[in-house]
Nanobody
């Protein structure tokens, strides 16, 4: 069983930064790709970024590329999302997700989410 707990959300002014963390449980964490998604009020959940199990390959949604950085620490079972140059449109609940397997992008496991609010 894989459990995910996000933290680090909060209220920040436009142009500011936040770092989200996702603490995972489960012995196979280090073998799974991980991702961040977000959902703004009234909108569908959207992909933000993903990272492979080694941490060497990352992929970003176009609107986040250059501002957000995903990383992981397999020794600590943690995944991070560093968010810089935040904009009001980045306001959303941010979710951490784990895939079902090493070479899978089936995001089977989800955290409860952490709220990020960016004021103008």
């Amino acid at each position: 069983q894989v459990q995910l707990v996000e933290s680090g959300g909060g209220l920040v002014q436009a142009g500011g930064s936040l770092r989200l963390s996702c603490l995972t449980s489960g012995r196979t964490f280090s073998l799974r790709p991980m991702a961040w998604f977000r959902q703004a009020p009234g909108k569908e959940r959207e992909f933000v970024a993903r990272i492979d199990w080694t941490g060497s390959t990352t992929y970003y949604a176009s609107s986040m590329k250059g501002r957000f950085t995903i990383s992981r620490d397999n020794a600590k079972n943690l995944v991070y999302l560093q968010m810089n140059s935040l904009k009001p449109e980045d306001t959303a609940v941010y979710y951490c997700a784990a895939s079902s397997g090493t070479y899978s992008l089936d995001w089977r496991y989800w955290g409860q989410g952490t709220q990020v609010t960016v004021s103008s």
